[in-house]
């Protein structure tokens, strides 16, 4: 038995890779990169880079070449629709907390997945409630194997801050970016704190930008951002709740676009509580000073970051421990 592992986006790679590098070489088949990407990885056994066109009959000659079965891992909707040659060994993997939307999409409302796909692996259990509810295929928890690495670095406090935003995603209005709302304060709180900038790699040139414009230093790899800050402000991501399971404090940015009476789950509204919110720009300011001096959601953090990070720390072993005893 071998697996494929596909990664279309760098921050697909920064989950993935965690498993790849622990993997036995003989579970090892190809760790497919998108061309774009070439210099995003480096030193990584079995790396093959494919473009759209390529990767289909790429797949299908190794797969019918090969002894093994081979099953291919994808942490994306979009790439699982890729990678699917008509074979029934798709798994796919949730790249983040596990935010769900009651959207039409599939890869929103984590429903109606390729007829392929032999295997869902769930973040926690919100995530694997939802998969069973809308899907027949097995879903197991696995946690969250990006976060292994990082939560036993040691986090030198330095008094600086972060702030990043989500892209401006057109399917619901949760899903869209409140930076409009928060592009003016912005600079001003640059000049109250020591602030970087970061940013959802799909608007990641129009954020660095605008912090180069701003004379804010801009930082594209979050976990860089993650050993470097002491609080970090977002308006829509799992990063959001990563950097609040390294026991740091987080801001939560609201804006007028998110309706407060629509009920998603998790960032909205459930667990938007794990850090102090903001609904204006101009209280921006006061709830950084507030979060410094008090941590006033430190109790209610440790309770979330509990139920979505399952096995914290341990999510490798168990995600390969998942996929190579599973009885397909």
Not at 96 to 114: I, T, V
Not at 244 to 266: F, T
Request: net charge neutral; charged share 25%.
């Amino acid at each position: 038995m071998k697996f494929n592992f596909i990664a279309s986006d760098r921050h697909y790679i920064d989950h993935m890779l965690p498993i790849w590098e622990n993997l036995l070489p003989q579970y090892m088949g190809f760790f497919y990169i998108h061309e774009s990407l070439v210099n995003y990885v480096k030193n990584v056994k079995n790396v093959r880079m494919y473009n759209k066109n390529s990767l289909k009959s790429d797949l299908r000659f190794f797969y019918n070449m090969s002894s093994e079965k081979i099953y291919t891992i994808t942490a994306t909707y979009g790439d699982l629709e890729l990678a699917n040659i008509g074979e029934k060994n798709l798994i796919l993997m949730e790249h983040g907390a596990g935010q769900m939307y009651n959207a039409c999409h599939p890869a929103w409302m984590r429903s109606n997945y390729n007829s392929n796909t032999v295997l869902l692996l769930a973040t926690n259990e919100i995530l694997a409630k939802r998969f069973k509810e809308n899907n027949n295929i097995p879903v197991e928890i696995v946690g969250c194997p990006k976060l292994d690495a990082m939560i036993f670095d040691n986090c030198i406090k330095n008094d600086k801050i972060a702030i990043s935003f989500h892209y401006n995603c057109q399917i619901l209005p949760e899903t869209q970016t409140a930076f409009k709302y928060y592009k003016d304060i912005i600079p001003k709180v640059a000049k109250e704190f020591n602030l970087l900038g970061h940013g959802h790699p799909v608007h990641w040139n129009f954020m660095e930008k605008y912090y180069k414009d701003n004379k804010i230093k801009a930082i594209k790899n979050f976990e860089q951002i993650a050993k470097q800050v002491d609080i970090y402000i977002v308006d829509n991501s799992s990063t959001l709740f990563e950097f609040a399971a390294l026991d740091k404090p987080v801001i939560v940015l609201n804006c007028p676009a998110y309706r407060k009476d629509v009920e998603h789950g998790m960032r909205f509204w459930e667990f938007a509580d794990i850090g102090l919110q903001v609904n204006k720009s101009e209280e921006l300011i006061p709830t950084i000073y507030e979060t410094i001096n008090k941590d006033p959601q430190r109790e209610r953090r440790i309770e979330i970051v509990k139920e979505i990070y399952p096995y914290l720390g341990e999510s490798v072993n168990r995600f390969i421990d998942v996929i190579t005893n599973f009885d397909y």
